[in-house]
């Protein structure tokens, strides 16, 4: 599902993941730059003293023609934090 947070707070489509990839940071980000949303800048800063990252392949893509209500219609609430694992190396 993807949640569209403040002002939408709505979910307002889903996708499938298909593969996963891992690559090392400068070809990561060549292969997502463009649509990737960031900045190179902040893409370097994110991944700071790691040297592989993880990108998703999404399949299936569907946008909702009328976006749902989290609570009411899935029983969820929206996350307030993140939690972020990642192994160094």
Request: aromatic share 20%.
């Amino acid at each position: 599902m993807v949640y569209a947070s403040s002002p939408v707070q709505k979910v307002i489509g889903e996708f499938e993941i298909g593969e996963i990839f891992k690559y090392g940071l400068a070809t990561l980000w060549d292969k997502t730059k463009e649509y990737s949303g960031i900045s190179e800048a902040y893409f370097y800063e994110y991944f700071a003293d790691r040297k592989h990252g993880f990108t998703n392949q999404i399949k299936n893509k569907t946008k909702f023609k009328i976006p749902t209500n989290l609570k009411e219609d899935y029983n969820l609430t929206p996350p307030q934090s993140f939690a972020y694992w990642s192994s160094k190396g």
